[in-house]
């Protein structure tokens, strides 16, 4: 009924660019908190960079300066334009946003599937 849709991950060279786009759907009263976490082979999922309703952000250390999160209410879609790419910054990438489905009480987190970003030269 509710459902999170990835786009953009690729292969880029170190010091390049990606940008990627998760847009929601379905029967959605309203959309809260959104964000971005990240999964490298053998480690543990990390936060990336979140974003509230009103617009205030906020990105982990290894990132500040080189990513910006940004969203788009009208068309309930959260981006992530990554910059200055490192080696280190390869790993799956997933968006997520708490929302309130209509004729729901309470909001729930929902998940996408998760987009492979590699950066490699």
């Known amino acids: 009924q509710v459902q999170l849709v990835e786009s953009g991950g690729g292969l880029v060279q170190p010091g390049g660019s990606l940008r990627l786009a998760c847009a929601a759907s379905g029967s959605i009263f309203s959309i809260g908190d959104m964000g971005w976490s990240r999964q490298a082979p053998g480690k543990q999922r990390e936060f990336v960079a979140g974003?509230?309703?009103?617009?205030?952000?906020n990105y982990a250390d290894s990132v500040k300066g080189r990513f910006i999160i940004s969203r788009d209410n009208a068309n309930n879609t959260v981006s992530l334009q990554m910059n200055s790419l490192k080696p280190e910054d390869t790993a799956v990438y997933y968006c997520?946003?708490?929302?309130?489905?209509?004729?729901?009480?309470?909001?729930?987190?929902?998940w996408g599937q998760g987009t492979q970003v590699t950066v490699s030269s």
């Open positions: 997520n946003a708490n929302i309130r489905r209509r004729s729901f009480l309470r909001s729930v987190d929902y």
């Open positions: 974003i509230t309703s009103g617009g205030s952000t």
